[in-house]
């Protein structure tokens, strides 16, 4: 006797196996929440750390400008400000062509 997918998965369920439901109807559950949240505080963290970065190479730069800086620390917080952001903006275009793949898929 030779089974379909569709019928061993009815027999899985009807053991009480997993539940035969679409992945995307299903709302999240207490995990997902809370994988969300922390993705969410991490990326919100990640984007401060640049915020601080860009304003010490700010306030590096005023100084030097006023003639009270260090000109090789100055370049070191800009050099670390520029990488901060170049890594930031690899992330979001990765970010947003993920999502555009998602959109693109079809149902």
């Known amino acids: 006797m030779n089974l379909s ?15 035969r439901t679409d992945r995307m109807d299903r709302p999240l559950d207490s995990s997902g929440v809370k994988q969300a949240a922390q993705w969410k505080s991490d990326l919100g963290k990640a984007i401060g750390e640049i915020d601080k970065l860009q304003a010490a190479a700010d306030a590096q730069t005023d100084a030097v400008a006023r003639g009270a800086g260090n000109l090789h620390e100055m370049m070191l917080a800009l050099e670390k400000a520029d990488v901060a952001m170049r890594l930031a903006m690899r992330v979001r275009n990765k970010i947003i062509d993920v999502y555009n793949d998602i959109m693109r898929m079809g149902v």
Do not use: I, P, Q, Y
């Not at 997918?5 to 539940?19: F, I, K, Q």
């Open 5 to 19: 997918v569709d019928n061993r998965l009815d027999s899985v369920t009807a053991a009480g196996g997993a539940e």
